[in-house]
Nanobody, 119 residues
Framework: QVQLVESGGGLVQAGGSLRLSCAAS????????MGWFRQTPGKEREFVST???????IYADSVKGRFAISRDKAKNLVYLQMNSLKPEDTAVYYC?????????????WGQGTQVTVSA
């Protein structure tokens, strides 16, 4: 059974840092694109960052220069290092794997981890 489990969320003051982790199990994701989305109440899930199997990365403009995505393919892990956090970064962060162009979203999703940034 495929499972993605996020961890590392929490409460942090503005300007602080957090590192999110996503552990994938049930199959190897080394050949799949993986990434992060986030969602706040009443809004649609918003793209944050993605990383290809080859290590190419893409970031949303709102996090560019502050967030860094990385992966450990051997361990089926994906990380999101978040620096210089702002209150507007407050959201539930979801890890995704295996991008589906026809769906316009990842095939597999984690349950999410809450990130709260206080002013």
């Amino acid at each position: 059974q495929v499972q993605l489990v996020e961890s590392g969320g929490g409460l942090v003051q503005a300007g602080g840092s957090l590192r999110l982790s996503c552990a994938a199990s049930g199959r190897s994701f080394s050949t799949y694109e993986m990434g992060w989305f986030r969602q706040t109440p009443g809004k649609e899930r918003e793209f944050v960052s993605t990383i290809s199997p080859g290590g190419s990365t893409i970031y949303a403009d709102s996090v560019k220069g502050r967030f860094a995505i990385s992966r450990d393919k051997a361990k089926n892990l994906v990380y999101l290092q978040m620096n210089s956090l702002k209150p507007e970064d407050t959201a539930v962060y979801y890890c995704g794997a295996d991008w589906s162009g026809s769906r316009g979203e990842y095939v597999y999703w984690g349950q999410g981890t809450q990130v709260t940034v206080s002013a």
